[in-house]
């Protein structure tokens, strides 16, 4: 049976340290230059295979999950992530969003998690997006495949937004993306399950009143010919609807995970975070075992990432197998 939060977090994982040493970089430099293999030192002066924030958060993430849902044990590990260093390649923190930074601040003064996300317009980084992939696995285990049509599904995955990122924009992008996280592994046609993902979330969101207005900075994604946007086109900034979209972009326009993941990288802005949300999909699409392998050998604390999927897949594994009727939430 496959590791599918294997092969999505270290597609995740792999995809961010191949971006971290271009962050900022802008697309015509590399354009002339462009990212072929693993790169080091960079932007933040770090060695080959250095993940960043995104593939912390992430794990931070995979690690509470493995015990069942609980928002205050997440942002208890995103604090010593923060705080101490922990589910970092080296202990050190190098890289943090001011949307998450504030959410983290705002628990240690006691706010309650699902309340410590900013709400405003200017909250829309690819904070949340960039570290939810591992919520999928949990919902399967729980509701199996079809949960695109459950309010308490969407209710969490807009829950684990809203530990650092609340608006609606970014609970929107963040259940698009689970969407067709979980249409991929269904193994039909990639580009069919990526306008399923899409349609089913769109379709949920359209009786949701709450959240119907803010739909239409969607539309572009949920176009039949999206994967035909010229290049120039996309943008692959830290705003959540542009990291979504290119990373959506990326994987239409590849049939593999090196070139998935290389395009998003070579696509320049935020190159860390675009090239993570790509990977996590082209991970669960292609399995781990189509990642280069000296790319892998590369990784930081490799073993201590797979130990931490392996967890996790047993423990949903488990919950599969025993199926309750409802999932059980802690706030």
């Known amino acids: 049976m496959a590791n599918n939060a294997l092969n999505g977090v270290m597609g995740l994982c792999v995809a961010d340290a191949l971006g971290v ?14 990212v072929v293999d693993m790169g080091a030192y960079g932007t933040y002066n770090q060695p080959a295979g250095t993940w960043s924030d995104d593939s912390s958060m992430t794990l931070c993430l995979v690690d509470s999950l493995s015990k069942g849902l609980d928002y205050n044990d997440i942002m208890t590990n995103f604090m010593r992530w923060f705080e101490k260093g922990k589910y970092t390649p080296f202990r050190e923190v190098f890289d943090i969003g001011i949307s998450t930074r504030e959410a983290l601040l705002r628990f240690e003064r ?3 998690p699902i309340d410590c996300g900013g709400v405003s317009e200017h909250d829309n980084g690819n904070g949340s997006l960039m570290r939810i992939l591992p919520i999928l696995f949990y919902l399967q285990s729980i509701y199996g495949s079809e949960f695109q049509d459950i309010d308490e599904a969407f209710k969490i995955i807009h829950n684990v937004s809203a530990l650092t990122h609340g608006h ?35 379709e949920y969101y359209k009786k949701q009143n709450d959240f119907v207005d803010e739909l239409t900075y969607f539309n572009r994604l949920a176009e039949k010919n999206f994967f035909k946007t010229p290049l120039e086109k996309i943008k692959s900034s830290g705003y959540v609807v542009d990291t979504l979209e290119a990373a959506v972009w990326c994987l239409l326009n590849t049939n593999n995970y090196k070139d998935c993941v290389l395009k998003a990288v ?12 790509a990977g996590g999909l082209a991970g669960l699409r292609y399995g781990y075992d189509n990642i280069s392998k000296e790319w892998l050998a590369t990784i930081a604390k490799r073993e201590y990432i797979e130990d ?3 967890q996790l897949n047993l423990a ?7 199926r309750p009727c409802e999932a059980k939430e802690v706030l």
Do not use: H, W
Request: aromatic share 4%; with cysteine; hydrophobic share 40%.
């Open 308 to 310: 931490l999927c392996e």
């Open 21 to 34: 040493p271009v962050e900022f970089m802008d697309r015509n430099t590399l354009l002339n230059n462009p």
């Open 110 to 112: 006691g706010i309650s």
């Open 316 to 322: 949903v594994t488990r919950t599969e197998i025993e």
């Open 266 to 277: 070579n696509l320049g802005g935020d190159t860390d975070a675009v090239a993570a949300v």
């Open 168 to 202: 609606k924009r970014s609970q929107i992008a963040c259940g698009i993306y689970i969407s067709i996280a979980s249409e991929i592994l269904k193994q039909m046609d990639l580009k069919i399950a990526i306008e399923s993902g899409i349609y089913k979330a769109m």
